[in-house]
């Protein structure tokens, strides 16, 4: 294939299967051997099948797709559409129905397409078909997934149909029906469809000679995924023990959730742990909704995205409806959020009374009230690469508000839970793990001191470590090897997704301290460089 030949940006992806994994964008020629070989390693893991696809790469749209029902009997229907446009890694984060920008031209054209495509191929099932729409309302056909999506819930909530209920009637050779039926999440009354007498919202259509004028729906509902990964550090995967858990409640709220109280979330599964989703009458009542469900949302004992939703469903742009793919690469993270990222005071605080009082002292150490001979109490403790004394009287600390700097609704007294020698603490929606520091280590504290004194920092070798765990698919340079800053070194594969381990400055590979195949734990030295 002649470079010269291909318009580039191009988008590289698997054609077996979505869910961004193996896509790639490259918008230099140099670039496409590596992505075709990084997209086939990540689609033979995720779906068993290293054949992909090059397409043209739309920048800036709106990710619109349409949800289709076809039984055996050639009837087909359309459900209205769905807006997925906030996407990170071309991952889905939140989505809604109906969409803020279809109108019902644009709703009635690409259903039309969709029922078309789906007949044309004689399909039969539940599927949707996906589109990206420019500023200008002109749709591309991106793909149709032959299944239900893992955003189905909202089409759901709109709809009061149950789509697994009519795909399981539809494989077992009965007629589709189109009587529509309570769903969760759905209450009697108010104006919420409980089975009928709902009016048509949004032109959703039937074909093929379904009875009853189409389904009927109502409202607007919102979804966002709930995933073990770190929004601050780049969205890396997380893994760890689910140790304290509690799901929202209320009306309009569902929640499907893939995890349980005492679960392992490990690297060898997709990082979506639940969909937390809100139903309203109308837009702005169903995003309120779901802002309140996530602040009553707790998860401790591994790192989630939790924070980074509640961020994102209170941004202007996600409010107003004017979200687009790139969405997210252009506002997050936000200008001010390492001032944000900073554990309160009561977060260390509420860590202290857990690891010094009455319940540690119990455990047979006779120094866990952090008793000194000629001062207050005192513990030194660790937390996310973070040391710090704290002073007080433990066994009665009462924490207050930690998520009041964060923007929640409320100013409850974090959670916390303490597993052995550690206390997951919920800063805000993050799940902070502290623990007793260990003494300081006199290097360190000797090369710290001297780069505050000189103001030169990082002048000797460089150990790069594993940021998640996971196996190494791939080395890219032996020791000896020249590097630039930026520089692909190693890179590690976890959840089905791959990260590149870079050169943070240029010099020297001194040492290599894996090899391919190896599975390495997070924080394991990986390599060395000298400058």
């Known amino acids: 294939m002649a470079a010269a030949r291909i318009g580039f940006p191009l988008l590289v992806k698997p054609s077996a299967g979505g869910g961004g994994k193996g896509m790639r964008i490259v918008r230099e020629p140099d670039r496409l051997p590596d992505a075709l070989a990084a997209a086939r390693r990540e689609a033979m893991a995720a779906f068993g099948d290293d054949r992909l696809i090059l397409e043209r790469l739309v920048e800036g749209a709106r990710h619109i797709e349409i949800q289709i029902m076809f039984?055996?009997?050639?009837?087909?229907?359309?459900?209205?559409?769905?807006?997925?446009?906030?996407?990170?890694?071309?991952?889905?984060?939140?989505?809604?129905?109906?969409?803020?920008?279809?109108?019902?031209?644009?709703?009635?054209?690409?259903?039309?397409?969709?029922?078309?495509?789906?007949?044309?191929?004689?399909?039969?099932?539940?599927?949707?078909?996906?589109?990206?729409v420019d500023d200008?309302?002109?749709?591309?056909?991106?793909?149709?997934?032959?299944?239900?999506?893992?955003?189905?819930?909202?089409?759901?909530?709109?709809?009061?149909?149950?789509?697994?209920?009519?795909?399981?009637?539809?494989?077992?050779?009965?007629?589709?029906?189109?009587?529509?039926?309570?769903?969760?999440?759905?209450?009697?009354?108010?104006?919420?469809?409980?089975?009928?007498?709902?009016?048509?919202?949004?032109?959703?259509?039937?074909?093929?000679?379904?009875?009853?004028?189409?389904?009927?729906?109502?409202?607007?509902?919102?979804?966002?995924?709930?995933?073990?990964?770190?929004?601050?550090?780049?969205?890396?995967?997380?893994?760890?023990?689910?140790?304290?858990?509690?799901?929202?409640?209320?009306?309009?709220?569902?929640?499907?959730?893939?995890?349980?109280?005492?679960?392992?979330?490990?690297?060898?599964?997709?990082?979506?742990?639940?969909?937390?989703?809100?139903?309203g009458p109308d837009r702005m009542t169903?995003?309120?909704?779901?802002?309140?469900?996530?602040?009553?949302?707790?998860?401790?004992?591994?790192?989630?995205?939790?924070?980074?939703?509640?961020?994102?469903?209170?941004?202007?742009?996600?409010?107003?409806?004017?979200?687009?793919?790139?969405?997210?690469?252009?506002?997050?993270?936000?200008?001010?959020?390492?001032?944000?990222?900073?554990?309160?005071?009561?977060?260390?605080?509420?860590?202290?009374?857990?690891?010094t009082g009455e319940t540690a002292r119990d455990d047979g150490d006779p120094w866990a009230g952090g008793w000194r001979l000629n001062g207050p109490a005192s513990i030194r403790l660790e937390a996310e690469g973070l040391a710090r004394i704290v002073v007080g009287a433990f066994a009665g600390a009462v924490a207050t508000s930690v998520a009041g700097a964060w923007g929640a609704s409320d100013s409850r007294p974090p959670s916390l839970v303490r597993v052995g020698d550690t206390v997951h603490v919920d800063v805000a929606g993050r799940s902070v793990a502290f623990r007793i520091a260990l003494p300081p280590d006199v290097d360190v504290a000797a090369r710290a001191a001297a780069a505050r004194h000189t103001g030169i920092s990082a002048t000797g070798p460089i150990e790069l470590r594993a940021p998640m765990p996971g196996p190494i698919v791939a080395i890219h340079a032996v020791p000896g090897t020249a590097i630039e800053a930026g520089g692909p070194v190693i890179t590690i594969e976890a959840m089905k997704m791959e990260h590149i381990v870079t050169a943070p400055s240029p010099g020297r590979l001194a040492e290599l301290h894996v090899q391919q195949g190896e599975q390495v734990i997070r924080g394991q030295l990986l390599a060395v460089i000298e400058p």
């Open 71 to 132: 039984d055996a009997f050639g009837t087909g229907i359309h459900l209205g559409e769905r807006d997925c446009s906030i996407q990170r890694r071309h991952q889905k984060v939140l989505e809604e129905a109906p969409s803020p920008a279809v109108n019902a031209t644009l709703r009635a054209r690409l259903g039309e397409a969709a029922l078309t495509l789906a007949r044309a191929v004689g399909y039969v099932s539940a599927g949707t078909c996906e589109f990206l």
């Open 286 to 355: 169903a995003l309120a909704r779901l802002a309140r469900a996530l602040d009553d949302t707790v998860v401790l004992g591994l790192v989630t995205n939790l924070r980074f939703l509640r961020w994102l469903v209170r941004q202007p742009v996600v409010l107003a409806g004017d979200a687009r793919t790139d969405t997210l690469d252009r506002i997050w993270p936000p200008d001010d959020w390492t001032v944000r990222m900073t554990i309160p005071d009561e977060a260390w605080a509420a860590a202290a009374a857990a690891l």
């Open 136 to 279: 200008g309302g002109r749709p591309a056909f991106l793909e149709m997934n032959t299944r239900l999506q893992v955003e189905h819930p909202v089409t759901e909530l709109v709809t009061g149909r149950d789509l697994v209920a009519d795909q399981l009637a539809i494989a077992e050779g009965r007629p589709l029906s189109i009587q529509p039926k309570a769903a969760a999440g759905f209450q009697a009354g108010g104006g919420v469809p409980a089975g009928g007498g709902v009016p048509a919202v949004g032109g959703v259509q039937a074909v093929g000679g379904v009875p009853g004028g189409g389904v009927q729906a109502v409202g607007h509902a919102v979804e966002v995924r709930l995933y073990a990964e770190d929004a601050e550090a780049g969205f890396l995967p997380a893994t760890g023990a689910i140790e304290a858990l509690r799901w929202p409640t209320g009306e309009g709220i569902r929640v499907d959730a893939g995890i349980a109280l005492g679960d392992t979330v490990g690297g060898r599964f997709d990082p979506m742990l639940a969909k937390i989703a809100a139903w």
